[in-house]
């Protein structure tokens, strides 16, 4: 971090550092799920690119808006509770609020929750940022009985209140405005008991140099015990650090409680003399039915026969509208009997040579396997579930089934927040490999990329297999029972093998809504169109491998070799070229099942082995590209040494019970 560089000026005098483009910023700060994304958006006009931070993982998005006759700069950090950062995401946001030099800093809060908000608005004010207050959710606190005098808040902090209801637009006019009249001004501080004041007084007197931030702040936040901030003034004071620490370490004696604690306090009771003069409540005395239902869903009990529902809405909705009404329309009457009839006869027609013919339509044409795979099979799948996924994401379910499934999640080296990942892993790993960059410890981010690319198949492979054992209800409760024990199983033994802290897990869970269509389109339009970007070129690839191989013999010498362990676990040598398919993409492999269970060559046991083997197969080429990038080539390789026997033991294991129990599938 960078936050300490010395400049001309310090950062509250005014300068503001500009894009490449000349544009001003304007940095979006506040705690998750408070509507910083839903007011970029209405900045901004549109979603745009999503970049890492420089040295980090950490995702952050930036796109231009044009504010009157003025065009700016719009960054959207990820979310901050507090100017000491406790996650990865709460040090970027950090850096990009002192590294970069805004013109204007938004801090959207969650009206309902003022009091929490309050606390990230005292620091910023303490900080002589050019801060003014969006808060946000105006509807949800009013439906909680909640007013709140915004005049008067705005007078008793010090800076710009704005009231919005981003979701609607209410206030936004407003909101801009502030951004291009915005004038600095110096907000409320908090006075602090006398021995904190005088500490901080000592220390801003020993400073040296111009900081980013006022040096109150600095010295609040080495009073705090703040690494980053120790370690970017250590560097600057060289010899004269050493005073420093003694000023901080007399001060921590003088008090029985940690000084970050005495000095939330003192915040705390500031923060309760304004809310006291501004806000007037009226608590219902009973809750709504929306506040009931929010308890349920995060009940250790309740919350079982909710997600039960959920789950069945879901294999509703992709597993038999998208995987098998869909699928089937587009494949037999879409493909079958319009586009590949029509494209053979084109091609015959204009290319004489059947090698080359080959490679366009048959058996393994671009057109007829690549194309026909990805947009008859994968196409429908994927998209109904991002619906979906996207349905549960507005609605706030998610957080809620990330308290739900902490307690069990914790056993398995993970929590709550993992199931971000995982979720969004039934949609696609690839994109889910990346999420667990959000993940708070090392040893989370191994243990959720290993069941990522072990034991969660991507919508596209599972879509295909709720096609494939759609008429066996007894095939669909055993592989989802194999699947479920393997990810418990593997996590257990992955929690226990990899060192590393056990995670903490905090989340804020904000109220439950009914989905905005115009959010859910746009972000299932977005995933979607990731997703093709990734995939399309993927499946153009595997076509031209497939037919590179079969005219030179490699892929049936691959095919040969992958036929015995294939015959191992009870399946027709068949069921090979599907498993050779796997490794280019593993929904590529279910669809090649598929293809044999039309044929009439897989039914009973050994299409629930095979299901079961190719769902545990090797990571998709997309996926493992995104696991070396983000987890190394050591582990992405040791993953795939682990992963390729240990699917067909699985797969042997289950045709032995099976066949030994006599099951009749």
């Not at 483009?21 to 700060?29: C, F, S, W």
């Not at 909705?317 to 998208?322: A, E, I, N, P, W």
């Not at 308290?403 to 927040?417: E, P």
């Not at 199983?489 to 869970?509: C, D, H, N, Q, S």
Request: proline share 4%; aromatic share 10%; charged share 20%.
């Amino acid at each position: 971090m960078n936050f300490g560089k010395k400049q001309e000026s310090c950062r509250c005098h005014g300068n503001t550092d500009e894009t490449t483009d000349g544009l001003q910023k304007v940095v979006l700060v506040g705690s998750p799920n408070v509507g910083k994304s839903v007011v970029f958006g209405y900045l901004t006009g549109r979603y745009v690119t999503v970049s890492n931070y420089p040295g980090t993982t950490v995702d952050v998005t930036r796109g231009k808006g044009r504010l009157g006759d003025k065009e700016f700069e719009i960054i959207d950090t990820p979310g901050m509770y507090s100017l000491l950062p406790i996650t990865e995401e709460e040090r970027v946001a950090r850096s990009i609020l002192l590294d970069e030099n805004p013109a204007v800093v938004i801090q959207v809060a969650d009206a309902k929750n003022i009091e929490r908000m309050l606390h990230l608005t005292f620091q910023l004010m303490e900080a002589e940022a050019p801060v003014f207050l969006d808060l946000n959710l105006m509807d949800e606190a009013g439906r909680l009985g909640m007013k709140i005098d915004t005049g008067l808040l705005e007078k008793e902090i010090g800076i710009p209140v704005v009231a919005t209801v981003a979701t609607d637009g209410s206030g936004m006019d407003i909101l801009k405005e502030n951004i291009t009249g915005f004038k600095n001004r110096t907000g409320r501080g908090v006075k602090y008991d006398k021995t904190v004041e005088s500490a901080v007084q000592r220390l801003r007197e020993m400073l040296r140099g111009e900081y980013r931030i006022s040096k109150r702040a600095i010295a609040l936040l080495l009073l705090q015990d703040d690494p980053d901030i120790k370690s970017m003034v250590r560097e600057r004071m060289k010899d004269n650090y050493a005073s420093l620490e003694e000023i901080v370490e007399e001060t921590k004696k003088k008090y029985s409680q940690p000084l970050n604690y005495i000095i939330t306090i003192a915040r705390q009771r500031e923060i309760m003399e304004i809310i006291k003069k501004v806000t007037v409540s009226s608590p219902a005395e009973t809750l709504d039915f929306r506040e009931r239902l929010s308890r349920l869903m995060m009940h250790p009990v309740a919350g079982i026969p909710i997600l039960l529902l959920i789950i069945y809405g879901f294999y509703e909705f992709v597993g038999v509208l998208g995987a098998q009404v869909s699928v089937d329309f587009l494949e037999e009457t879409v493909f079958g009997e319009y586009i590949n009839p029509f494209v053979t006869g084109i091609v015959t027609s204009v290319i004489p040579w059947k090698v080359w013919q080959n490679l366009f339509v048959h058996e393994y044409g671009i057109i007829t396997l690549g194309l026909r795979y990805a947009i008859a099979i994968i196409l429908p799948v994927v998209s109904t579930f991002f619906i979906a996924f996207s349905i549960m994401e507005d609605s706030g379910y998610l957080p809620r089934l990330a308290m739900f499934i902490d307690r069990l999640f914790k056993k398995i080296g993970l929590n709550g927040r993992a199931v971000i990942p995982v979720v969004l892993g039934f949609g696609c790993d690839t994109m889910a490999t990346m999420v667990t960059r959000t993940l708070e410890t090392k040893r989370e981010r191994i243990i959720a990329t290993v069941l990522l690319s072990l034991a969660v198949p991507c919508s596209a492979q599972l879509g295909v297999i709720l096609a494939l054992l759609s008429g066996s209800i007894m095939g669909l409760w055993i592989f989802a029972g194999v699947m479920a024990t393997v990810f418990l199983f593997t996590g257990f033994l992955a929690a226990r093998i990899i060192p590393g802290e056990k995670p903490l897990f905090f989340m804020e869970v904000p109220p439950l809504r009914w989905p905005k269509l115009s959010n859910v389109f746009t972000k299932t339009y977005t995933r979607v169109e990731w997703y093709f970007k990734e995939v399309l070129p993927l499946f153009i690839l595997a076509s031209i491998l497939i037919w590179a191989g079969k005219l030179t013999g490699v892929f049936d010498l691959l095919t040969n070799a992958l036929s015995y362990p294939v015959a191992l676990i009870g399946l027709p040598k068949e069921a090979a070229t599907s498993f050779l398919y796997g490794f280019f993409r593993r929904d590529f492999g279910a669809a090649g099942l598929y293809d044999l269970k039309t044929a009439g060559l897989l039914d009973g046991i050994p299409l629930v082995v095979s299901v079961v083997t190719i769902a545990l197969f090797m990571p998709c080429i997309a996926q493992f590209s995104m696991t070396i990038k983000e987890r190394g080539w050591k582990m992405a390789l040791s993953m795939a040494a682990f992963i390729f026997p240990f699917a067909f033991l699985t797969g042997y294991l289950v045709n032995l019970v099976l066949n030994g129990l006599g099951v009749v599938l």
